[in-house]
């Protein structure tokens, strides 16, 4: 039974730093890629981050510069780095994983993701 858990959400300030986690079992995890993507309050689920199963990353340009998506094969982990956090950014954080070509090229669709985790939720206060 593959499990996506995420983890690492909370309530920071403007400016604040804050760095997500997520954790992948039941799969061979280097063989997927993985994204994020994040749902504010009466907002469609957009695109946040991706990786490739060989590394590649891609951003939102609303992240681009300030979050980081990273990897850790060995722990089945992915993270997602988050920096110089905007009131904008409050969503609830969804971790994601993608198999065949949108592992290989990567995917900001959600339809390109197969397996999802619960989300987190991460609150910028102005």
């Known amino acids: 039974q593959v499990q996506v858990v995420e983890s690492g959400g909370g309530l920071v300030q403007t400016g604040d730093s804050l760095t997500l986690s997520c954790a992948a079992s039941?799969?061979?995890?280097?063989?997927?890629?993985m994204g994020w993507f994040r749902q504010a309050p009466g907002k469609e689920r957009e695109f946040v981050a991706g990786i490739t199963r060989k590394r590649s990353t891609y951003y939102a340009e609303s992240v681009k510069g300030r979050f980081t998506i990273s990897r850790d094969n060995a722990k089945s982990t992915v993270y997602l780095q988050m920096n110089s956090l905007k009131p904008e950014d409050t969503a609830v954080y969804y971790c994601a994983a993608s198999f065949g070509s949108s592992a290989d090229y990567g995917g900001r669709s959600r339809n390109d993701y197969v397996y999802w985790g619960q989300g987190t939720q991460v609150t910028v206060s102005s």
């Open positions: 039941g799969l061979t995890f280097s063989i997927y890629g």
